[in-house]
């Protein structure tokens, strides 16, 4: 990966972050897409400290023409981006009532939405060079309830985060590549 230009969102924190460290541990420049600047800067700190080359980009991956002028950013400065790693997340954890509309959406927006934004912007700079990888990171709690979440009847609530569906993942692999 030494020289390779790598983004990963949700880069400045969890496991976002781990797998910008670990990118970096390979030599790898790396492009750190999140919100918070200040994990940002810490991540940006803990590639270089890896071996690695690291550009801040904060961005909020629920925009998606930020999430594009990010993408065109990384190229300038890095060169041709050849793996896109989709791991920013948001979530809220209560009790299905408790939730409001505006935070489903939020989650929706960044989890989901933030994930195919990036996607496509991976896609758009990849296709026409005919080589790169996109990795979509998902979490266990999209697929398993949260037993301390509970509502007070029916079944189980289950954490508001949720990546793409696997069927989505696949159709986007077979499109992605005539």
């Not at 590639?47 to 998606?64: H, I, K």
């Not at 989650?107 to 026409?128: D, E, I, K, Q, W």
């Not at 189980?156 to 696949?170: E, F, I, V």
């Amino acid at each position: 990966m030494a020289g390779r230009t790598v983004v990963v969102t949700g880069a400045s924190a969890g496991v976002g972050r781990a797998v910008a460290r670990a990118f970096g541990a390979q030599g790898a420049s790396v492009a750190l897409l999140a919100r918070g600047r200040r994990g940002l800067d810490a991540a940006a700190a803990e590639v270089e400290e890896a071996g690695g080359r690291a550009l801040v980009v904060p961005v909020d991956m629920a925009e998606p023409g930020r999430v594009e002028e990010a993408a065109d950013r990384v190229e300038e400065v890095l060169g041709p981006i050849e793996v896109w790693v989709n791991s920013a997340f948001t979530s809220v954890f209560a009790r299905f009532p408790d939730v409001t509309a505006e935070e489903y959406e939020r989650v929706t927006a960044v989890t989901y939405l933030g994930c195919v934004n990036g996607t496509r912007a991976a896609l758009r700079r990849m296709r026409p060079r005919g080589s790169g990888a996109v990795v979509q990171v998902g979490s266990a709690l999209g697929e398993v309830s949260v037993p301390s979440r509970r509502p007070t009847a029916g079944p189980s609530t289950r954490s508001t985060a949720s990546p793409p569906p696997s069927g989505w993942n696949s159709g986007t692999s077979v499109a992605a590549w005539p």
